[in-house]
């Protein structure tokens, strides 16, 4: 019968294995597996029910596929010693591959080295800024340790789960000791949980925000879907209240009246006046626009009544949030404003053109009959090399109406015809 088991190794490296048996290893024995092109030394992480949620879940797990490779046998006596022997060569590995990599002129930080059981393949890992070639240091390690070189390249998440270390809460790194996978986390986790945004106060030994920073997000945006947002104005029953802030754990809300007055009220208790205010029957969102569409109203009908200089930016923000069908139901005087102006501006654009002595032209617009007629210039894609032309045709049109020459305006060229 086979089992699945996990088995962790050196620098918090987990893996997935079968393990052929009648029951599967015990909890951190020491088990021979199968690595790349040999054999490898582990322990068992977790076995039976655990390893299948673990295997469906982490970030190292095959899902629901079958593990690729197998767990040997159980470690002997022999095998722990030189696993042992094997970690204090690490480090002795780690040193003289950073001698070649300051001999090879390389910007790159070696974290960690880790020697295979067998010693057939020694993997390096490193950290950098960019992208490193490192084909000349692979060669030079591979000569100087005749074995298989690896280097891989992580991020500085993973060099801290790697090499392991004590968090300002005065425990074990939670990415060292038990976090299945590393999930990023940006700014806007601590900005939901109203937390300082001072990067020195919220990052970790690693240099990123805390993973921990994760832990109670979902708790903070489902309490938060019961209050009402922050900034939101409310109808309750003394009037119009703006919300300040939501304190979640004690459940009360701070509001701030028109005339400055803040006042905190238990949720339940702010629900109880939001329904109380509404006694019509309709909704919070409802209650609310139906008392601004009626002060609009009441606004646009006394406006009606003034001058059209009179109104200010703060009335013309008001209409803003309406549509024209509202406003003009309540403001009859409005309407016919309205009304009057559109068939003026259609009985304007619908007048007819008259044609335009050259002569007459030029002594009303400047006084003098050698004077060329200002026209109005048209926008447009061609209106700027049309318009210079036909001014240039003007001018000479112009200077020649002594001649009997006469010249008709169409409101895109200027044609001349001789008597």
Known sequence: MSHLIEVAFRGNRKEFFSWDGDAPPPLRAGVIVEADRGEDFGRVHATGELAEVRCAGCAHGCGTAPPPRKALRLATADDERLDRELTADNEQARRMSMERVKANGLVMKLTDAEWQWDRRKLTIYFTADRRVDFRGLVR?????????IELKQIGVRDEAKRLGGVGRCGREYCSASWLPDLRPVNL????????????????????????????????????????PKEGKILLTTRGEEKVIACDIFNERVTLRTVDGDTRVVPLAELKGEMGGAEHS??????????STAEYAIETAAAMAELEPQSMSMLD????????????????PALAEMVAESVGEAAAESTAPA???QAGEAGASAGGEAGEAPKRKRRRGRRGGRRLRAAEE???TETDGTADGQSAVDDGDDVEGDDD
């Open 354 to 356: 008259v044609p335009v």
């Open 281 to 290: 029957g309709g909704t919070e969102e409802r209650g609310l626009a139906a």
């Open 393 to 395: 045709r003007r001018r």
């Open 140 to 148: 030079d390690l591979a000569a100087l340790f005749k074995s298989r």
């Open 316 to 331: 013309t923000m008001e209409f803003e949030a309406f549509t024209v069908a509202q406003l003009l139901e309540g403001a």
């Open 188 to 227: 806007g986790v601590a900005k939901d949980q109203k937390l300082s945004l001072n990067p020195q106060q919220i990052s970790g030994a690693c240099g990123r925000l805390m993973c921990c920073l994760r832990y109670e997000h979902e708790f903070y945006v489902q309490s938060r879907r019961r209050f």
